[in-house]
């Protein structure tokens, strides 16, 4: 039987999780679908999908870490738990997307 620690470390990672990749399919969808991204000048279209690409779920997972275990002593601890398993499970989803961005920065200097 899991323990109420073990729920919330499961619980917190799936939540960060599956919100990170919903968060990808919102950056995929702008990037690769969405007619107003592809009207842009290909400046602006490298302006945008590099914001995108830095602003992203991985940093926001990594700032949920660092700021529950600094400031969340005073959560109750299967809240703070849940909170910086969750930015584990930001920081876990965006690995596949950090992949393509390196291969799409590494296609650009070729």
Not at 38 to 57: G, I, M, R, Y
Not at 90 to 104: E, F, G, H, M, P
Request: hydrophobic share 50%; aromatic share 16%; charged share 15%.
């Amino acid at each position: 039987m899991l323990s109420l620690d073990e729920i919330a470390l499961v619980l917190g990672f799936s939540l960060g999780y599956l919100w990170g990749e919903s968060f990808s399919q919102f950056d995929q969808a702008i990037k690769h679908r969405s007619a107003w991204f592809k009207e842009l000048s290909p400046f602006k279209q490298w302006l945008a999908a590099s914001t995108l690409d830095v602003f992203h779920h991985f940093q926001y997972g990594l700032a949920l870490i660092l700021l529950v275990s600094a400031y969340g002593f005073c959560l109750d601890p299967l809240l703070h738990t849940i909170l910086v398993w969750a930015g584990w499970g930001l920081v876990a989803s965006d690995w596949k997307d950090y992949q393509n961005v390196i291969k799409r920065l590494n296609a650009a200097k070729n």
